[in-house]
């Protein structure tokens, strides 16, 4: 925490005045169901409408913080979806927070922990909003709830996954030209490896302009198959291999990644600290992607960032798609962390036909900018909230 947000929290602390009363009042939770810019193939899901949960915490002096909770077509990419968060947090979490003082966020976590094991998606967006609503009371960024910012902006880039690679180098190029994204990563493993290869050729001779190339294949192949393409890989020119193999296959990763002159991350298969340390130590990969989906809050995923560094692992700020609201949230972590090798992929704002706040996240110069202002930095258009709320 920054010096003046341990002040203005030392001082609170002391005050009576109904506005510094940040005692959670009510927890409310929205289905909402955004459209995408185009359909976003993974190796194991697909999908066009991107659906999260909108979280929104009431204080008792009238504050309201936001959060989001993201899944990827369903309960596919990890065991939330929609259905389950929200029920959740209604049934389970809220009831254990109604009543606590907001300024008091390690016992949020804490006694959110106790309520519910796992369910990471729904314990960060609870927490995001309980931290959006207290630095809203103190008038101050989230980021200095994390150290304060040690960069206002943080390099950005887009993923390429439709499949369709004539779709996809018109997408690549038209995001160079804006000068949004020159790094690319490019979602494999629903296809067959071969099929894959061709499409990262075609990929690269189409785009000599482009960045880095980061494959993701969301544990896709088998360790033959990563022995088998590497060489071409390398050929290729990538510069990272993301969870290549499946998430509980730590022994084949560290074998894979003894092979390998390109790094491999590692992404679904280390969520907790404990899987962390031991991916890292292990050798399964030299890069950690942090997710506050993985980690189940932005305080665990900042101490993330440190077990992931000392285990060994440089550090890449992952997503699930978030919008705006999301990727606030973990740009505020983002920011504050000392080292950030590998940039940051939040490109989700920019996947939806519209988004449900009226001051989206701004992508500049390859570069996503942390926003302005007390907390999240980030207000609810409520036309577009009650136009996207799922009607079941
Ligand atoms: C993942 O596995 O990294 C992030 C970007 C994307 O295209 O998929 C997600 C999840
Ligand atoms: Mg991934």
């Not at 109904?18 to 697909?46: F, G, V, Y």
């Not at 029920?87 to 390690?106: E, F, K, Q």
Request: aromatic share 6%.
């Amino acid at each position: 925490m920054t010096q003046s947000a341990a002040d203005l929290m030392q001082d609170f602390a002391t005050r009576t005045d109904p506005a510094s009363d940040t005692t959670i009042r009510e927890i409310t939770t929205m289905i909402m169901a955004l459209p995408s810019i185009r359909q976003h193939r993974l190796s194991n899901t697909a999908f066009s409408t991107r659906e999260f949960v909108l979280v929104r915490v009431r204080l008792e002096n009238g504050i309201e913080g936001i959060g989001e909770a993201a899944v990827l077509g369903g309960p596919r990419w990890a065991e939330e979806s929609v259905e389950s968060i929200k029920a959740v947090i209604d049934r389970y979490l809220s009831p254990v927070l109604i009543g606590c003082p907001a300024t008091n966020w390690t016992d949020t976590a804490t006694k959110m922990k106790r309520a519910a094991f796992r369910n990471n998606a729904a314990k960060g967006a609870v927490e995001t909003a309980v931290l959006d609503a207290l630095t809203r009371t103190l008038d101050v960024p989230l980021v200095n709830l994390f150290g304060g910012s040690s960069r206002d902006r943080v390099p950005v880039l887009w993923a390429l996954a439709s499949g369709d690679v004539e779709q996809e180098i018109a997408e690549a190029r038209d995001k160079l030209a804006r000068r949004e994204h020159k790094d690319f990563k490019v979602k494999l493993g629903f296809a067959t490896p071969k099929e894959d290869l061709f499409r990262l050729t075609r990929l690269r001779e189409a785009l000599p302009e482009m960045g880095r190339l980061i494959v993701d294949v969301n544990q896709g192949w088998s360790e033959a198959d990563c022995l088998r393409f590497l060489p071409a890989l390398e050929e290729l020119d990538v510069s990272l291999i993301e969870q290549p193999l499946p998430y509980d296959d730590f022994e084949g990763m560290a074998r894979v990644a003894s092979k390998s002159s390109i790094p491999l991350m590692v992404d679904e298969a280390a969520f907790t600290h404990r899987e962390i340390a031991r991916a890292g130590n292990m050798g399964c990969g030299s890069v950690y992607s942090l997710k506050m989906v993985k980690s189940g809050g932005l305080m665990a995923m900042s101490q993330a960032a440190k077990v992931a560094e000392s285990s060994g692992m440089e550090l890449y700020g992952g997503c699930l798609l978030e919008g705006s609201i999301g990727a606030a949230a973990h740009l505020a972590v983002f920011a504050a962390l000392p080292q950030l090798t590998w940039g940051c992929e939040h490109f989700g704002p920019k996947m939806h036909r519209r988004e449900i706040v009226r001051d989206p996240l701004q992508f500049e110069d390859f570069h996503l900018l942390l926003p302005d202002g007390p907390g999240l930095g980030m207000q609810l258009d409520e036309d577009a909230v009650r136009e996207f709320a799922r009607v079941d």
